[in-house]
């Protein structure tokens, strides 16, 4: 993320009114009284939850800015008998309202037996991450008080923790800017149709830590190091020779069919319990050579098995 962010949230209302803006939805239902389809957008102060839901407003999505989460079972009444169809709703629910938990699991426990179609996205990024931010832009964390930033950081990791164990999507903005935000929110929410699973497949490199919000790990240093070949060293894991010097070594082919075959399982699984969006994280030392021809191969064996697939490399330009 960067500065662009928090332009967007200088605009964020303090005294916790409801912001409703309104995009030109291309989706509604049959009837009046059609159940809209509901997405929740929350996560951490500046970790991109004005970004996000400007994306579901472009496409097409009514968003509610700071809505009280007592007032979300309301929201969506309204959009059922409203005769303009509103049949998806996006809802930003965050700190601002402070008393923030009060009421939020009970209004989600009267969704899901209203039968809601609900998902929640949760914003995450890193401290360091979130610490430039807000110095970046002069602005105080809503929670800091009289402390500092990183005391407010870990007042709403604290508020958040049970949110984001529940989310059905969590995406980690520490190393994304506006623009990387809007591709992963257009991969998961563009489009007529909602596939069965969505995957994002992101190289990484160990040595700078694990994604946060990643639901599998595959290590690839049992492979050697094309690090330690001099010809090589230079490029990364999308130049044809280091794939090739990749994939000549004892195992790995191998490792890329078999875990193909172990993630088909596991995607079946996920259908079944209802679970859309995974994300895979494909690590090596530095997240330049081998993750990242690994990741390639990966994503592309994912697409030809139907599974939409997002790839990202996290690390593949760092030093």
């Given at each position: 993320m960067t500065e662009h962010e928090h332009e967007h949230d200088r605009t964020d209302r303090a005294?916790?009114?409801?912001?409703?803006?309104?995009?030109?939805?291309?989706?509604?239902?049959?009837?009046?009284?059609?159940?809209p389809e509901l997405v929740i957008i929350s996560g951490m102060s500046g970790a991109g939850?004005?970004?996000?839901?400007?994306?579901l407003e472009d496409l097409g999505w009514f968003v509610v800015d700071n809505?009280?989460?007592?007032?979300i079972p309301t929201m969506v009444e309204l959009g059922a008998r409203s005769q303009g169809n509103v049949a998806r709703i996006a809802v930003v629910v965050d700190v601002r309202?402070?008393?923030f938990f009060d009421n939020l699991r009970e209004s989600l426990a009267d969704l899901d037996a209203k039968g809601v179609t609900r998902r929640v996205v949760f914003l995450e990024s890193s401290d360091d991450a979130l610490?430039?931010?807000f110095e970046s832009v002069r602005r105080p964390h809503p929670l800091q008080g009289d402390g500092r930033i990183v005391d407010g950081i870990a007042a709403e990791r604290d508020l958040l923790r049970e949110l984001r164990g529940d989310a059905d999507l969590v995406i980690d903005t520490s190393s994304l800017n506006v623009h990387e935000l809007r591709a992963k929110m257009d991969a998961q929410f563009a489009g007529d149709e909602e596939p069965e699973l969505r995957a994002t497949v992101m190289s990484f490199g160990f040595k700078y830590g694990l994604p946060v919000d990643a639901d599998l790990v595959v290590d690839c240093r049992f492979l050697p190091n094309p690090h330690w070949v001099p010809e090589l060293r230079p490029f990364t894991g999308l130049n044809e020779e280091v794939s090739a010097y990749v994939f000549d070594q004892p195992g790995a082919?191998?490792?890329?069919?078999?875990?193909?075959?172990?993630?088909q399982l596991v995607a079946a699984g996920y259908r079944r319990e209802g679970k859309r969006y995974v994300t895979i994280a494909v690590g090596c030392t530095g997240g330049k050579h081998r993750s990242v021809a690994m990741s390639e191969k990966l994503a592309a064996r994912l697409a030809t098995e139907g599974i939409e697939t997002v790839l990202v490399h996290r690390d593949m330009g760092r030093e």
């Open positions: 005294d916790g009114a409801a912001d409703v803006s309104t995009g030109t939805s291309t989706e509604t239902g049959d009837t009046g009284a059609a159940i939850r004005s970004t996000a839901a400007k994306c809505l009280p989460p007592a007032l309202g402070r008393r610490v430039r931010r082919k191998e490792f890329l069919n078999q875990y193909t075959e172990l993630l």
